[in-house]
């Protein structure tokens, strides 16, 4: 089955910096990958998805970018604000599943 | 569209009780999935539903557990009898196609 990675897994960062989280997939017939932002107490929320046909999306601050070959995606975060903190989860999609990472904790501090 | 709904949002109970987890998808999603998440393994794709019939359930952890989808509108997720490993925030999700999934609020599960 699908093996996946992310790294960091906690990032601390000074309010106005970049941030990058990095997933690794292991398996290539995925063909979705999501990130989704969850806050403490909170439901996860889907902030910003590629397809395998795309190698870079942005959204405002925030960035995906796909290396297919690789098997990897990252996020990218830039001008971060303290309201950015919270868990991200890469989720690759494979046969009608979502198969979610361990989790990056990103703390942003004032 | 009011989102994904669950209910309860919280739920105590003791050892043995039976206990059933509510979920209302949004209108005109085929797909429903069941999560769980917990500090030690994460989120965990219990179930799905597609069209209102179970396709998956490899991650419904034992026979305590049961899920039902009798309509488009509604879903239930069914422990019982409850034991205290079963604590844990359960999460349902629904998408138009089975990719682009979104999360209701969960339901907060003690098991005392």
């Known amino acids: 089955g699908e093996n996946v990675e992310q790294h960091p897994s906690t990032l601390s960062v000074q309010e106005g910096d970049s941030a990058v989280i990095k997933c690794t997939y292991s398996?290539?017939?995925?063909?979705?990958f999501p990130w989704y932002k969850q806050e403490l107490g909170k439901r996860p929320q889907l902030i910003i998805d590629?397809?395998?046909?795309?190698g870079e999306k942005k959204d405002q601050r925030i960035a995906v970018t796909l290396n297919k070959t690789a098997k990897h995606f990252s996020l990218h975060i830039t001008e971060t604000q303290p309201e950015d903190s919270a868990v991200y989860f890469c989720?690759?999609?494979?046969?009608?599943?979502?198969?979610f990472g361990t989790g990056t904790r990103l703390q942003v501090f004032p | 569209d009011a989102g994904v709904i669950q209910s309860p949002r919280h739920e105590v109970t003791e050892m043995g009780q039976e206990v059933t987890l509510r979920c209302k998808p949004i209108s005109g999603h085929d797909y429903l999935f069941w999560y769980r998440q917990t500090m030690m393994r994460g989120l965990e794709l219990l179930i799905y539903f597609n069209n209102n019939v179970p396709i998956d359930d490899s991650g419904m952890p034992e026979d305590r557990f049961s899920a039902k989808m009798p309509n488009a509108s509604f879903s239930t997720l069914k422990i019982q009898p409850s034991e205290p490993r079963d604590s844990a925030v359960y999460f349902c999700?629904?998408?138009?196609?089975?990719?682009?999934?979104?999360f209701g609020p969960g339901t907060r599960l003690t098991v005392l």
């Open positions: 989720a690759p999609y494979n046969t009608d599943k979502l198969i």
């Open positions: 398996d290539s017939a995925s063909n979705y």
């Open positions: 590629i397809r395998s046909n795309v």
């Open positions: 999700a629904s998408s138009f196609v089975a990719d682009t999934q979104y």
